[in-house]
């Protein structure tokens, strides 16, 4: 039982009689109860629970109200306690179906997995249904030491309220809930904590691409000195790839961000002054992708500079091996006449000891001046040069 999903114990149970269903349940695990009880017929849950409601995991659900200009979370346990409330702003992180199942239900609307919606072409991320929900398909970005990546998060717009949809808990969010609960006037409605979130979204790029810069600066230190490794050059390159990974996501981001406020605006769905919060935010993303442009040509930059200094040290290679062949050149010209009959005829009379030892010094002698005399032509190709 511990394998198996919650919705398929919940149809299992479904398929049994009250008795079985009944002896069944006594053996479910209690900590795996509640979202077993969240999949099950509305019977079969009197019968088995005897009138247990299931409770939304605290994280899970997060609800605010506007009280006095600021957001004031609304304690959200069980099912009952959506009664009587009144949100602008219904944030649901990792939600099972049967949870958003039952929230659409009580707004009058549905509610997808955000996962279902990241396959969606670009056109088809921005629309207004037949019940005139706004549904907005956005990447955030979830910059971590380890890993940085794009999360995606679904807003639907629907009766005053805004509904945010992730499996991922993001910085960018628990921001807004900071400044938004306690800062009085930072949001009106539901389209501002919209906006909020966009424009904290950019922010964080903005910082995202700061780390990019400083994270260059130091490779182009490296890559402009006079010597760089090949195990130095290889290092850069990596971490010049993972900075041009990184630079690409921020990019897509906030296009993506872009393309979210046009849609807003070109339905017309802000006021005056959200209007003009959200052409700032966009100004800010046309800066932002001036940075971007900018910091893909230093990459192309420095890939460029650390790919010629891995030419230098295999062009440096390449030479001393060519230096090497030169000089044993006349060794092994020697060398083949030492081991020619010929030799032992010209060193008739001499023991032969004392014959091969003094050709071994000769040849080790012609070497070295074979050295000497390249080191010298180097030396004056360079002055000349």
Not at 55 to 82: P, W
Request: charged share 25%; net charge negative; glycine share 4%.
């Amino acid at each position: 039982m511990a394998t198996h999903a919650s919705h398929e114990i919940a149809t299992s149970l479904e398929q049994l009689s009250l008795e079985d269903a009944q002896w069944v349940w006594t053996r479910v695990p209690v900590h795996r109860q509640n979202e077993i009880l969240w999949e099950m017929s509305n019977a079969l849950r009197e019968y088995l629970a005897q009138g247990r409601v299931p409770d939304f995991e605290g994280t899970k659900v997060c609800v605010y109200e506007l009280v006095d200009g600021k957001l004031k979370q609304v304690e959200i346990h069980s099912r009952n306690d959506l009664e009587n409330v009144k949100p602008i702003w219904i944030d649901l992180l990792n939600t099972s179906k049967a949870e958003r199942e039952f929230i659409g239900a009580h707004f009058n609307l549905e509610l997808p997995d955000p996962l279902d919606e990241t396959e969606l072409e670009v056109s088809s991320r921005f629309f207004i249904d037949s019940k005139d929900a706004i549904h907005l398909h956005s990447n955030f970005l979830l910059d971590k030491l380890e890993e940085a990546k794009s999360v995606s998060v679904l807003f639907i717009l629907h009766g005053g309220i805004v509904f945010s949809l992730r499996d991922e808990e993001l910085p960018v969010f628990k921001l807004q809930k900071h400044r938004a609960l306690t800062q009085p006037g930072y949001v009106t409605d539901c389209v501002d904590v919209l906006l909020d979130l966009y424009a904290a979204d950019i922010e964080c790029s903005a910082d995202s691409l700061e780390g990019i810069y400083a994270t260059l600066n130091a490779v182009g230190k490296m890559v402009l000195n006079e010597r760089v490794s090949d195990d130095q050059a290889a290092i850069t390159l990596s971490n010049i790839a993972e900075e041009e990974s990184e630079n690409g996501r921020i990019r897509s981001n906030i296009l993506d961000t872009q393309r979210a406020l046009n849609f807003l605006l070109r339905a017309r769905l802000l006021k005056e002054s959200q209007i003009e919060d959200a052409k700032q935010v966009m100004r800010n993303i046309e800066s932002l992708n001036s940075h971007t442009a900018f910091l893909f040509d230093k990459i192309n930059f420095l890939m460029d500079a650390t790919i010629g200094f891995i030419n230098i040290n295999q062009n440096k290679r390449v030479n001393q091996l060519t230096v090497f062949s030169v000089v044993f050149m006349p060794i092994n010209i020697l060398a083949g006449i030492g081991g020619m009959s010929e030799f032992s005829m010209m060193t008739q009379g001499i023991d032969w000891p004392i014959a091969y030892g003094g050709f071994a010094i000769m040849s080790v002698f012609v070497g070295y001046l074979t050295f000497l005399g390249l080191k010298t032509f180097e030396k004056r190709k360079l002055i000349r040069h």
